[in-house]
């Protein structure tokens, strides 16, 4: 059996701030997503952010975009955007 590597997961004070505000059901979504992440924070849902491969944004749930830094085998949350359907300008469907 091969142990995979779980990367260390911090947050910045701003997205640690984000994070808290989660009602419980999306705090349980996000903690979940990033659990998952911090697995493998180079997956192909991934995006690379500039020229290295380091910084990085993916979309962790329907609701919640997360810039992050990968390094040294930590995983750094920079900054969580977090979207709520009740600000939507024009719904689909």
Known sequence: MTHLETYEVLCTESAGQERDRLDPARRASFD????????DPYTELSRPM????????????SQIV????????????????????????????
Request: proline share 2%; aromatic share 4%; charged share 35%.
């Open 32 to 39: 979940k997503a990033v659990e998952i992440l911090a697995r």
């Open 50 to 61: 500039g020229a290295g491969e380091q910084d990085r944004e993916i979309r962790l749930t």
């Open 66 to 93: 997360a810039e992050y830094m990968v390094s040294r085998g930590r995983l750094l949350l920079v900054q969580l955007r977090i979207f709520d359907d009740a600000d939507i300008l024009l719904p689909e469907g």
